[in-house]
């Protein structure tokens, strides 16, 4: 705990010397009481750890806040906390029993001494400040009640049930109420709900001084600053947390990383719990976001975002009544995830929310994706209708109107917060992160999740130092003016002329106080989000250790410049307190109102130009983007030129307003402190038109902000579309050269295809004859293949085949099992146009056979045999029934090479189907030339035409894919695709021309292709 001072003062006993000396002769002595020894027992305590959050739920408003740690055994022991910092708090005890007593009873002061009562905003933020010296694990709870004055606010668009009783309208500030029994999105109601969290806290590196404002741990102070939010997520996590700890594993910074990455994994599923890389280490550093009310220092970033949709799911799964109240949601969820079992579980109760909570982050996300981007928005809520199961129109329209409210004003909010750039793109990205969550298969944290996590921290700390340069820098120039401030107050402030001068120094120097109370905000955030960085770098191993060290260096400079911002408004906030002082004294009250309404005046004039100016920047650049194109390469670079210098002269814009914002606020500031002195009309004047101009100026900043809102949306937008459009005309160049290569693809055609059904077909007619002819056959022309003879010895089903005409050799050996006939064959066959083609197979025929025995059985992989060809049949057979068995299916996978095609080909060839005379599937694997490529045939001879598919597959870096359909006599059809950021796209559209294809793609450029025959022998 913190450092303590234990007084040893057993007062009692020199008072009993004393006694004992001046009783000294007299007869009464054995009378006397024995003396009584007092002990006293003294503590002396800092408590400047400051813990704070949001309980979130949606917000949770006076909700009670329950503070204590975790002992060995699992159970909860309230720990000593105050409201306010306080540094040297003394506690003194007495006790007659003894000094350890003493000590005991000073000790339980400190905690006896907690706040009465601690309870949340309406915002459901708490703040509170431990004792310095306190470490381990701080288990706090947020509980609501319906018979209480706390309350729960609905965050949900598709609302979170009914009212027991209509509560009257009303439209008070925070407690908006239509009046209906439907508990709206925005509105509050009652519910008995607890949420927790457990956060681990450190031990103090260095004892703490008391401080009015508490940085974060690193920056020098031995100050430390925690955030611990409150939320479903950290709610479940806590349920593992507390179990394991009753089961005797202590709670750790390990423990809460395993708890949450568990959690996160869990409920979102891992490739959505990625979007929230930085909470993975400790899920009470974000999340705790209320659509209805969103905060300084909020986010609204896809984690986040992903996040929060799906917690207002589950409060909109609970405000429909089926699946138990949102207590035993979230009850039923935690006991789910430390099973390892939510999408997948073996629960009915907990299949049942799981299904209910994805249809409803579904409706979530779809509604809020087509409200924010305007796309897509009559399907999205036919869509939702349906799984609510809204039928009747009116009530659709009801339900669309109401819902679309609800995400504008989540838009109006996060604009007037400065979080609305990304968000159209967010909210799509999103959306298809929330089509499926959960997770049934791969959930533990392997190798590979563990390297994207790590990708996604390293993007966030690139962006956060950069941010944190930007600040650094408009910090120093503040420091800087407020140093050149005190060094002016501080030459002396004895005459009207030092004073006038200080005064209008410090007005001018105030006039930015608003800007520096922003960074204030975001730099707060920036220390909870590299928190999280750290501690999740930290939790993937000592193979991420350079970006954890990295991150914790980042989480310490932001802590400098978050100390130094605050600073920086306290030593503002002195200068104009030194002002006023001086201004008083010397009764220059109205002097200073003029020269600060002209200074004002001043300085909103130059913020309008400067304004005005931005915005014809703005009109101009913005020219070049509407006029932009990416229908080719050198268009789409110019078109990112265009939106990169677009989006930098909107960023001015943006900040230009602000500026003007400010100096309306400073100009409005002084009209009124001018209007309430001045008793003169002309002074008066002065103020009323500081004042009117300060309105036009006000005006002026909205309509240059939207201006610039709207610009940089389309910027941004036209820039992630060129960069697009560069990268994939940049694929194109390759996708070309691939189809340029298909003319060498020797094997991927009929002919080559043809052969080894053609084989196939003939070793399994042969065999049928051969069966008929009895036990052995030697030399025996075949008489459905004349050009064929063979020899067959039915018990060990071996069969060897030559044509006399083209020379060509096959040897099959067999073995029957169960319901199939496994064949190992090899030889050379020719194809239609000449080629001849080996197929390949070991020397010894039993390990050749034996080897696709077990690659039938599944034993080992088809690609480690050599060429097999697989017999199945309905019923189970033997080599006398085989003949008469119905045949379900062929399958064969051969070695094969092409010992004399034009380019050559050494690879696999399988072919599959439900009979080789009709329908068949040829897949071929391997090098023709110098290209490494997969083809996939397949050949249907059913019909009176044939009809072929062909996918041609190249690897290389694009993932070249061709895919062609035909039927015999038609004209070909099909794609020309590659791989673009991880997604396949269509690069061009595919055409039948004579002997060959005709390709036109993305770019309008249009390549004939000849000499191409995989098809049929005649194109």
């Keep these: 705990m913190a450092k303590r001072i234990i007084k040893f003062t057993p007062i009692a006993a020199s008072v009993a010397l004393t006694l004992g000396l001046t009783g000294c002769g007299s007869d009464n002595n054995n009378n006397k009481p024995d003396p009584v020894t007092v002990y006293k027992g003294e503590v002396s305590t800092n408590f400047n750890t400051q813990v704070s ?113 209509v509560p009257a309208a009303s439209e008070e500030a925070g407690m908006i109420n239509n009046g209906d029994i439907a508990i709206d999105f925005g509105e509050w109601y009652k519910d008995d709900l607890e949420l927790q969290v457990v956060k681990f ?57 395993a708890a949450s990455l568990k959690t996160l994994i869990q409920v979102l599923g ?45 409060q909109s799964v609970a405000g429909a009544g089926a699946n138990g109240s949102l207590k035993e949601l979230i009850a039923s969820l935690s006991a789910a995830v430390k099973e390892g079992k939510v999408s997948n579980s073996d629960n009915e109760i907990v299949q049942k929310i799981a299904a209910e909570l994805q249809k409803a982050v579904e409706n979530t996300s779809l509604i809020f994706a087509a409200v924010v981007t305007g796309e897509g928005i009559d399907e999205a809520f036919a869509k939702v209708a349906e799984n609510l199961g809204i039928t009747d129109a009116d009530e659709i329209a009801k339900f669309k109107n109401k819902t679309t409210k609800a995400v504008e004003d989540v838009q109006a909010k996060a604009k007037e917060k400065g979080l609305d750039k990304d968000l159209k793109e967010t ?65 002396g402030l004895e005459t009207t002329e030092q004073v006038l001068a200080y005064s209008a120094d410090v007005f001018t120097l105030s006039g930015n106080k608003a800007e520096y109370s922003q960074l204030q905000v975001e730099l707060s955030a920036a220390l909870a989000l590299t928190q999280g960085i750290a501690t999740t770098a930290a939790s993937l191993g000592e193979q991420y250790k350079q970006l954890a060290d990295r991150a914790n260096v980042l989480s310490s400079a932001v802590a400098t410049q978050l100390e130094a911002v605050t600073t920086l408004i306290f030593g503002i906030d002195a200068e104009v307190s030194r002002s006023d002082g001086a201004v008083k004294e010397l009764g220059l009250d109205l002097n200073v109102a003029k020269s600060n309404a002209t200074i004002a005046s001043n300085n909103l004039d130059a913020a309008d130009s400067a304004a005005m100016i931005a915005q014809s920047d703005l009109a101009i650049a913005m020219i070049t983007v509407a006029a932009a194109t990416i229908d080719n390469k050198a268009n789409a670079e110019l078109a990112l030129l ?122 399994y007619d042969v065999l049928t004859e051969a069966w008929d002819l009895g036990d052995d056959a030697t030399d025996v022309v075949s008489t459905r293949y004349p050009n064929w003879t063979y020899s067959f010895d039915k018990d060990a089903l071996g069969l060897d085949l030559v044509n006399s005409e083209t020379g060509e050799q096959v040897n099959v050996n067999g073995s029957i099992n ?28 039993g390990d050749a056979l034996q080897y696709c025995i077990d690659a039938n059985n599944g034993t080992i992989a088809k690609d480690l045999s050599d060429s097999c060809l697989v017999i199945n049949f309905e019923e189970e057979v033997s080599s006398d029934t085989a003949v008469d068995g119905k045949v379900l299916s ?21 072919i599959s189907g439900a009979d080789v005379t009709e329908l068949g599937m040829i897949t071929a694997s391997g090098v023709t030339g110098d290209i490494d490529f997969t083809a996939m045939l397949s050949v249907d001879w059913a019909n009176e035409n044939d009809n072929y598919a062909v996918e041609l597959q190249l690897h290389n870096s694009i993932g070249y894919a061709l895919s062609l359909m035909v039927e015999e006599g038609d004209e070909v059809m099909g794609s020309v695709d590659a791989n673009v950021a991880g997604t396949m796209m269509k690069f061009g559209t595919v055409t039948e021309i004579t002997n060959g294809i005709s390709v036109e793609y993305i770019d309008g450029e249009v390549i004939d292709y000849t000499d191409i025959s995989f098809l049929d022998s005649s194109k």
């Design 53 to 165: 959050g949001k309980a979130v739920k949606g917000s949770l408003k006076n909700a009670v806040v329950t503070v204590s740690t975790i002992n060995e055994a699992g159970g909860s022991v309230l720990v000593a906390y105050r409201l306010e910092a306080a540094s040297d708090a003394s506690y003194t005890a007495e006790s007659t029993t003894s000094q350890a007593d003493a000590d005991a009873k000073a000790l339980a002061l400190v905690t006896a001494a907690n706040p009465a009562e601690t309870m949340t905003s309406t915002t459901g933020a708490y703040n509170i400040y431990l004792e310095d010296g306190f470490s381990g694990p701080l288990y706090i709870t947020v509980s609501t009640s319906k018979e209480d004055d706390s309350m729960v606010k609905c965050d949900s668009f598709t609302g979170c049930g009914s009212y027991d009783e």
């Design 201 to 257: 806290i450190k031990a103090s590196v260095a004892p703490a001084s008391a401080r009015g404002i508490n940085f974060a741990e690193g920056n020098g102070t031995g100050v430390q600053q925690y955030f611990a939010n409150v939320t479903l997520y950290t709610s479940i996590a806590a349920k593992m947390l507390l179990d394991a700890a009753k089961d005797g594993s202590a709670v750790s910074d390990e423990a809460v990383a």
């Design 270 to 314: 891992p490739d959505t719990a990625i979007k929230a890389a930085s909470l993975l280490g400790d899920i009470s550093l974000g999340g705790a976001v209320d659509f209805s009310d969103i905060g300084e220092g909020d986010s609204l970033d896809a984690g986040t975002l992903a996040l929060v949709q799906t917690a207002v799911s589950l």
């Design 427 to 491: 909210a799509k990205e999103v959306k298809k992160a929330l089509e499926k969550i959960g997770c049934e298969d791969n959930c533990d944290a392997g190798d590979d999740l563990m390297a994207k996590v790590a990708a996604e921290l390293e993007l966030q700390v690139t962006a956060t130092t950069a941010a944190l340069a930007t600040s650094t820098d408009s910090i120093a120039v503040g420091v800087a003016e407020l140093t050149k401030v005190k060094t002016l107050g501080d030459a």
């Design 642 to 763: 265009s939106a990169q210098t677009a989006i930098s002269v909107a960023t001015e814009t943006r900040e230009k307003a602000a500026e003007l914002a400010n100096a309306v606020v400073q100009a409005e500031v002084a009209a009124a402190a001018l209007m309430d002195i001045a008793s003169e009309t002309s002074d008066k004047d002065i103020a009323a038109n500081l004042s009117a101009a300060a309105k036009l100026s006000a005006t002026l900043a909205t309509s240059v902000r939207n201006e610039g809102d709207t610009a940089l949306t389309s910027a941004t937008s036209l820039e992630s579309d060129a960069q697009t459009a560069i990268t994939t005309f940049t694929v194109l160049v390759d996708v070309k050269a691939g189809t340029e290569s298909v003319r060498n693809v020797t094997l991927v055609t009929k002919s080559g295809g043809r052969a080894l059904f053609d084989t196939a077909e003939v070793i």
């Design 818 to 845: 169960n319901k199939a006939i496994v064949f190992a064959f090899g030889g050379m066959i020719e194809t239609v146009d000449g080629a001849m083609v080996h197929i390949e197979r070991l020397d010894d025929m």
């Design 890 to 910: 062929v399958d064969g996978w051969s070695r094969v090479e092409i010992v004399d095609g034009d380019a050559g080909f050494i690879g696999t060839l399988s």
